[in-house]
């Protein structure tokens, strides 16, 4: 085993003693830099941007290397960018991705390392995580180190529903109340729903989807016949009314004016700003809301998506999805393949998860714990309380080719240019 531990020592130092300008010594003293080319999904609008970018630091402080950051917001479009990296020979050394089908098409490369193979040089990597909680990948290897969980439901607005007369939902939320509450609101002048349907619609389809099925049956996937024709079943019918679920919402003019041509930071800001009610989205955005509206704070309620059929409104979507790659680029590569063990390393350890983590779980063998807690953070603790069922991600459980034609004719789905089993086999085609 190499220098891991000292690494870890030297950064977990770092991390309470160097927030200034030092000059950076290798944790073994020696004089050799590397710079590591990394890409994650902690871009500028993440709410944990501050805590990687005051991790990052340490590391380099730490050893003496540096971090060429490539990092983005994930959405669609930055994971198709990290693919046609793969594919183009431009990987990164380290690489903060989804765990889930979207990471096949490198693993199935060979483009990544497994945490197995890693483990024949550095036996001490990532045995501080649960193995149960590792994602495996088809192959039935693991190759990526988990980061922290997460969690997606509605965020409320205090102050818009105060105004509106509508009361902050319950665990027995409702998908009758939420229209009839969305039908105030619209009707006080207030946009009832911040969304995206033009880049960000995957929120209210992951929930549309659980409403016209359940927990139990949530991941279960449609398929298509020999000629691409979409089987009627149970999955394929839940998709359907999903999507005209979320039609009947955009019909009933409860999406922003602008939803099929505004971005997804445009419709949060709607939402931040108090000109709209209701956001479904993740716990990354508790951080950001305490970064950026920090004097509206106590206006945002963490709550629960409204239920339908056999799901409660307490059941709800999250787990572990996202973790950190080793490129096969970086492990062949000499200069390289310590520096960037060591960056996952000192990414994953308790000092450094435990900076990422408020309200979400994690894979650390020994958890992580959290004081000090926002009013934002605290109602989404609460609400956690309550929650009586988890389930990961349907969309994660289909190919970026089939989410992408999925997500690409919601928009023509809602204005009547195609049907919902018309959108629903076209991208079931492509998984």
Partial sequence: ???????????????????????????????????????????????????????????????????????????????????????????????????????????????????????????????NMKESM???????????????GYWETLFVNRRVLNACGVRIPGPDYTWDAFLEDCGKIKEAGYTPIACSLFEIPHYWFEFAVMNNGSLADHLEIPEVDEAGVLVDSAASRKWIAALEDIKALYEAGFFPDNTLTATDAETVAMFGGGEAAFLIDGSWKLGYFT???????????????????????????????MGYFITRKAWEDPAKQEAAVEFVFHMTSEEVLGTFVTTEGTALVNGTETSGLSTIQQSAADANVHITGLAGAVQDAISGEAKSELFTNIPKVVTGQMTAREAVEAAIRRN
């Fill in 134 to 148: 590792m994602a495996a990948a088809s192959d039935g290897k693991h190759y990526a180190v988990p980061s922290s």
């Fill in 291 to 321: 970064k950026n509206y920090a004097g509206r704070i106590g206006d945002y309620v963490v709550a629960y998506v409204p239920g339908k059929g056999r799901r409660p409104a307490s059941d709800t979507v999250g787990g572990i999805s």
């Fill in 1 to 127: 085993m190499k220098r891991i531990a000292a690494l870890l020592l030297a950064a977990c130092l770092c991390l309470t003693a160097c927030g200034q300008e030092k000059t950076p010594v290798a944790a073994d003293g020696g004089e050799e830099r590397v710079t590591l080319n990394v890409v994650t999904s902690y871009g500028v609008d993440d709410g944990n941007r501050r805590n990687y970018e005051t991790a990052v630091a340490a590391y380099e402080a730490a050893t003496g290397n540096t971090v060429n950051d490539n990092s983005a917001v994930s959405n669609e479009e930055w994971k198709s960018r990290v693919l046609t990296d793969f594919m183009t020979g431009s990987e990164p050394d380290v690489l903060f991705y989804f765990t889930n089908v979207d990471a096949e098409p490198f693993i199935n490369a060979g483009k990544v390392v497994s945490i197995e193979e890693i483990r024949e040089v550095y036996p001490d990597y990532a045995t």
